[in-house]
């Protein structure tokens, strides 16, 4: 039987913090962070940051790495840089913070993707994983990628009344709360 939300269950918010990777977005024309925001603060969760970084591995790390530091920061969720174009390197930037990898993530993330844009899904290098205490999920940078990625995976994955269990019980400040 599939999970479902608990409506019996009170919702804890988790405080997400929005990284658009990109040499040529700016914030009015950031559709893909405007999409995750939309819906992470739709769903009940805050923003905790948002930033638009170039496509350069320093960049990339230096603000993770902030946002990592930061107790009010929960979770990140970036978007863009993780294609094949010689200027994504979100995955190099990343991958090495990451103390552990939730390969579960990328193969969802492909399965639900490969229901709307087809085998075009091969074109991500999306993946997932957790530095120091930090969730970070390194989304593609289309809109419509990162509007399925919430839709069909996060949203549901991070209500923390979500069963048979959600990510929220492994954020350090919901641990006994979310058990």
């Known amino acids: 039987m599939p999970g479902r939300i608990d409506g019996s269950l009170p919702l804890h918010p988790l405080r997400i913090a929005?990284?658009?990777v990109s040499d040529t977005r700016t914030e009015a024309q950031d559709t893909s962070g405007a999409t995750l925001i939309e819906r992470l603060t739709a769903a009940g969760h805050e923003l905790a940051g948002k930033a638009?970084?170039?496509d350069d591995v320093d960049a990339i790390r230096a603000q993770v790495k902030a946002w990592v530091a930061d107790a009010g920061v929960d979770l990140i969720l970036s978007t863009g840089g993780t294609g094949f174009a010689?200027?994504?390197?979100?995955?190099?930037?990343?991958?090495?913070?990451?103390r552990r990898e939730m390969e579960g993530f990328k193969i969802v993330f492909h399965q639900a993707s490969l229901g709307t844009v087809?085998?075009?899904?091969?074109?991500?290098?999306a993946f997932a994983g957790q530095i120091e205490d930090t969730f970070i999920f390194?989304?593609?940078g289309s809109t419509g990628a990162c509007r399925d990625a919430w839709d069909l995976v996060l949203g549901l994955e991070l209500d923390s009344r979500?069963?048979?269990?959600?990510l929220a019980g492994q954020i350090?400040?919901?641990?006994?709360i979310c058990a």
């Open 86 to 98: 010689p200027r994504d390197v979100t995955p190099e930037a990343v991958k090495p913070l990451l």
């Open 172 to 176: 350090p400040r919901l641990r006994d």
């Open 138 to 140: 390194c989304l593609p």
């Open 18 to 20: 929005v990284l658009t």
């Open 52 to 54: 638009i970084v170039a």
């Open 118 to 125: 087809g085998v075009s899904t091969l074109q991500s290098r």
């Open 162 to 166: 979500y069963r048979p269990c959600s």
